[in-house]
């Protein structure tokens, strides 16, 4: 049984470089080869692509939750530093891969890609507790939390639903950091007044 689960860790990492090297549309072969194991063994895992990019959804997500459980336990951080490092967290295994080409996923995968909106839309105890932290600190303004959180979706969901990124020209990684310095500076008290 461990063995097992090994074995779908070692798939489900290779899945995410091989997907940062060639998108989407890797193939199996593809897989098979980055891995140096033979398509048998990952077929005895994975029956097929789409249920190998189900679990990816899904492995992908949990790596994200773990990063940002070590912000919120990073205590060299400020309360206002974790919200704009938890909203931008991205593992550094997934730095060179191009999450701006998701928006595929709703053409060829449809189901894969409700999957990614259900992930994105869930998980964020650890954030809204921040945010409310900084609210009773006084470093971050009182805002209506669902309202943010639904900006911070819409804005990720635009990124994953479309080709919005790549007809612009820019990187995932890059928009994902103006938009979390466009809400957290949104949010942050200024700490230094004008006169």
Same mark, same amino acid.
């Given at each position: ?7 779908? !860790? ?14 989407? #549309? ?11 194991? &033979?398509?048998? +063994? ?7 692509? @789409?249920? %190998? ?22 205590? &060299?951080?400020?309360?206002? $530093? ?10 550094? &295994?997934? @730095? ?7 928006? *595929? %996923?709703? !053409? ?9 909106? $259900? #992930?994105? $839309?869930?998980?964020?105890?650890? +954030?809204?507790? %921040? *945010?409310?932290?900084?609210? $009773? ?11 943010? @959180? ?10 994953? &639903? #479309?080709?919005? %990124?790549? #007809? ?9 950091? !103006? ?7 949104? *949010? ?8």
């Amino acid at each position: 049984m461990q063995d097992q689960k090994k074995l779908k !860790e070692i798939i489900l990492a290779g899945t995410v470089e091989v997907y940062g090297e060639k998108g989407i #549309r890797f193939t199996m072969d593809d897989l098979a080869k980055h891995l140096g194991m &033979s398509k048998k +063994t990952i077929y005895t895992v994975y029956r097929e692509k @789409k249920t %190998l990019f189900m679990a990816m959804v899904d492995y992908v997500f949990d790596s994200i939750k773990e990063s940002e459980k070590k912000v919120v336990e990073d205590t &060299s951080l400020c309360t206002v $530093e974790k919200i704009r490092r938890i909203l931008g967290v991205l593992p550094d &295994s997934y @730095k060179n891969v191009d999450l701006g080409q998701l928006y *595929i %996923l709703r !053409e060829k995968y449809p189901d894969i890609y409700v999957k990614v909106e $259900e #992930r994105l $839309e869930t998980g964020w105890d650890q +954030t809204i507790a %921040l *945010i409310e932290q900084g609210i $009773e600190e006084g470093v971050v303004r009182p805002v209506n939390i669902k309202l943010v @959180k639904m900006m911070f979706e819409a804005s990720i969901e635009q990124f994953f &639903s #479309r080709d919005i %990124l790549v #007809r612009n020209g820019i990187g995932y990684l890059e928009a994902l950091d !103006e938009i979390v310095n466009i809400i957290v500076d949104g *949010i942050a008290v200024n700490q230094v007044q004008s006169k």
